[in-house]
């Protein structure tokens, strides 16, 4: 049982992940109380660990140390070096707050029970491990001079590491906590959770070309870039879209793929976990959704970022609730191209 003072902390840490995360705040509050408070935890430290990754003003050797230093301390290392100077540099309040209050968040972590620990951890180091390699293999890259990934083995690893450990992460915590009412088959519960977030990581990564550009950092494949005639430096010109294409639909396809084994994922939930069927439906809707905007415009465009509105957010959060009850009604949902 949490002391007072903990509870004083987890209030505030809702608050900080409403400032840092309004779409998964939305899914988060839609969790059974059993596991909200680890998987928020879990996320906060995971965009923690983001926002010094990103931190573009302090040298990429002074953040990787940081980034090890966080990843020994999930471990139960020493103490985190001070965050206070990239905090300060954070345009976001939510960012700033979250790094300031990094050590409330820390200190939380140390009071998880075993299970939930292991759990975190797990997820934790591996997400670090992710932006670790990030900072290491894109280091010397900057936007005239990008650097991509070497080949598909290296997006899939990627894509697992930061996000496809997020899905086997929330999967295990969900059968650790909450009450199980029927048969399922955790193994390819978690197979598909781990896909659940590929497809997830992949509609950002397809979504987020020009920004990631702008970094120097470009996550399609050297090897089927190549292979097609292209370099990184091509996909900063809207004008190479048509050549673009080929290479850029197949991973596309594959999100959507990913995607699917999601929806099966949410449906193959037991059916007693109404709220955590609600907090899966929504991404999962959401990237489809994405998906579909991503066909139809030209996604190296920086001036037309492609993103869901949010009424469409609202509206499929109000379908899905209403559909709930009916479970083939629920399941039809995420076989139709637009909600």
Not at 234 to 242: G, M, N, V, Y
Request: charged content about 20%; hydrophobic content about 40%; glycine content about 6%.
């Amino acid at each position: 049982m949490p002391s007072a003072t903990n509870v004083m902390r987890e209030e505030q840490l809702a608050e900080l992940l409403k400032a840092t995360s309004r779409s998964f705040y939305l899914t988060l509050r839609a969790l059974p109380k059993p596991v909200r408070s680890q998987i928020g935890l879990a996320y906060l430290l995971a965009r923690a660990a983001d926002t010094i990754a990103d931190t573009d003003l302090v040298p990429a050797a002074q953040r990787l140390t940081l980034l090890k230093q966080l990843s020994l301390r999930f471990a139960g290392g020493k103490a985190l070096s001070s965050v206070g100077e990239l905090a300060g540099h954070q345009a976001s309040n939510g960012e700033r707050s979250l790094l300031e209050r990094l050590d409330d968040a820390l200190a939380l972590y140390d009071t998880l029970s075993t299970v939930d620990r292991a759990l975190t951890q797990n997820v934790l180091e591996t997400i670090t491990s992710g932006q670790i390699l990030d900072l290491v293999r894109f280091g010397t890259a900057t936007s005239s001079n990008p650097i991509a990934l070497k080949d598909s083995a290296a997006l899939d690893d990627y894509t697992y590491r930061v996000a496809g450990c997020v899905g086997e992460f929330w999967t295990g915590m969900c059968l650790a906590h909450l009450d199980i009412r029927e048969p399922v088959d955790r193994h390819q519960l978690i197979e598909h959770g781990i896909r659940f977030g590929k497809g997830l990581q992949l509609i950002n990564i397809l979504r987020d070309i020009p920004a990631d550009l702008n970094r120097g950092c470009c996550y399609l494949p050297l090897s089927e870039l190549t292979a097609a005639g292209l370099t990184p430096n091509d996909l900063a010109d809207p004008k190479c879209w048509p050549r673009v294409q080929p290479v850029y639909y197949r991973w596309l396809e594959r999100a959507e793929a990913h995607l699917a084994c999601g929806w099966a994922y949410t449906n193959a939930l037991p059916r007693n976990w109404r709220r955590v069927r609600l907090g899966c439906a929504w991404p999962v809707l959401i990237g489809l959704e994405t998906a579909r905007l991503l066909r139809s415009g030209n996604p190296l465009d920086a001036s037309h970022r492609i993103k869901i509105s949010r009424v469409k957010v609202y509206r499929i959060i109000l379908h899905t609730i209403l559909a709930l009850p009916f479970p083939s009604r629920f399941a039809a949902i995420g076989q139709i191209k637009s909600v």
